[in-house]
């Protein structure tokens, strides 16, 4: 009975590596999106460079657009942020920032040496609107219709393979799908 003891530690190795080699084939950037096809949670924050701007879900309607998730801690933000700056000034993408638990001057800063992609930032600071949305880190990107609706998430650093494969045909439909909609009353 004592030798089977001296298996358990074997038999502990063995299951930790197969969790392990479980956890490997886990794409991040494919985490469940608990919100998906859910209007934006219900929000009050100030924008980034005027606080006295209070924003609100509302400010979030009218186009299809993306709600890239931010901060100046973030080190893959810095990597994401010159594709972003391409996205709005080349494709003229709607590009709305949330920044996430950051300090304020840091940020402003930020963006005032790296250029800013933004139309508008949301100042999260506490993290509020950022554990509504179920952000596991940042960035992330939130691609949301113009009636204010979560389509799709994606965790990580958005590039040129993620624009070209996802984003971009997710916008398109969107903004064809809304265009079809603003249609319908009239014609």
């Given at each position: 009975?004592?030798?089977?003891?001296?298996?358990?530690?074997?038999?502990?190795?063995?299951?930790?590596?197969?969790?392990?080699?479980?956890?490997?084939?886990?794409?991040?950037?494919?985490?469940?999106?608990?919100?998906?096809?859910?209007?934006?949670?219900?929000?009050?924050?100030?924008?980034?460079?005027?606080?006295?701007?209070?924003?609100?879900?509302?400010?979030?309607?009218?186009?299809?657009?993306?709600?890239?998730?931010?901060?100046?801690?973030?080190?893959?933000?810095?990597?994401?942020?010159?594709?972003?700056?391409?996205?709005?000034?080349?494709?003229?993408?709607?590009?709305?920032?949330?920044?996430?638990?950051?300090?304020?001057?840091?940020?402003?800063?930020?963006?005032?040496?790296?250029?800013?992609?933004?139309?508008?930032?949301?100042?999260?600071?506490?993290?509020?609107?950022?554990?509504d949305l179920g952000v596991?880190?940042?960035?992330?990107?939130?691609?949301?219709?113009?009636?204010?609706?979560?389509?799709?998430?994606?965790?990580?650093?958005?590039?040129?393979?993620?624009?070209?494969?996802?984003?971009?045909?997710?916008?398109?439909?969107?903004?064809?799908?809304?265009?079809?909609?603003?249609?319908?009353?009239?014609?």
């Amino acid at each position: 009975m004592k030798r089977l003891f001296l298996f358990v530690p074997l038999l502990a190795f063995v299951a930790v590596v197969i969790l392990f080699n479980q956890n490997m084939d886990n794409d991040p950037s494919k985490l469940e999106l608990a919100r998906k096809d859910q209007p934006v949670p219900t929000f009050k924050l100030g924008e980034l460079y005027n606080p006295g701007r209070e924003l609100t879900p509302a400010d979030l309607k009218g186009e299809p657009m993306l709600l890239n998730v931010w901060a100046t801690w973030c080190p893959s933000c810095r990597v994401e942020h010159p594709y972003l700056l391409k996205l709005a000034r080349e494709y003229n993408v709607p590009i709305i920032g949330l920044n996430y638990k950051d300090d304020r001057d840091a940020a402003k800063k930020w963006l005032e040496t790296l250029q800013d992609p933004y139309r508008f930032v949301i100042f999260d600071q506490e993290g509020r609107l950022g554990l509504d949305l179920g952000v596991y880190g940042a960035p992330e990107t939130y691609v949301i219709d113009a009636a204010g609706v979560i389509r799709y998430r994606h965790v990580g650093v958005v590039n040129e393979k993620v624009w070209r494969e996802t984003l971009a045909p997710m916008l398109r439909n969107l903004k064809v799908a809304n265009a079809n909609a603003v249609e319908e009353p009239g014609s």
